[in-house]
């Protein structure tokens, strides 16, 4: 999929981007859909703290708490593709992963889901 790029709000939107053509291409086919936001929170939970991040926010200028904010648009349209015809089971399962990122996240991390 989309593992491996460098910039993790690069690689969010580009889970956005895939989770936008899965749907288009195939609509009944949904199994993209979870993975990608697992990686997407995943991502965001181990590289917005990493030191190549940091370093890139300081050279650009950018305040954690703007940058968090940009975040927010790809997390919310990866839930909408998530949730839109979804399962009871499967809106369940997307409860208890967001359960587990709050578990394991900091403030700025809560800030982004709540956006």
Request: charge should be negative.
């Amino acid at each position: 999929m989309v593992r491996g790029i460098g910039d993790p709000l690069v690689a969010a939107y580009a889970r956005c981007y895939l989770c936008r053509v899965g749907v288009l291409v195939a609509p009944s086919i949904r199994d993209h859909l979870m993975p990608c936001f697992d990686d997407l929170l995943l991502t965001f939970t181990s590289q917005i703290d990493s030191e190549s991040t940091q370093l890139s926010l300081t050279v650009q200028r950018i305040a954690v708490p703007q940058y968090i904010v940009l975040y927010a648009p790809a997390l919310d349209w990866v839930l909408s593709c998530l949730a839109h015809g979804a399962t009871e089971a499967l809106l369940d399962t997307v409860l208890q992963v967001g359960k587990l990122f709050f578990y394991k996240c900091d403030i700025c991390a809560t800030c982004l889901v709540l956006q």
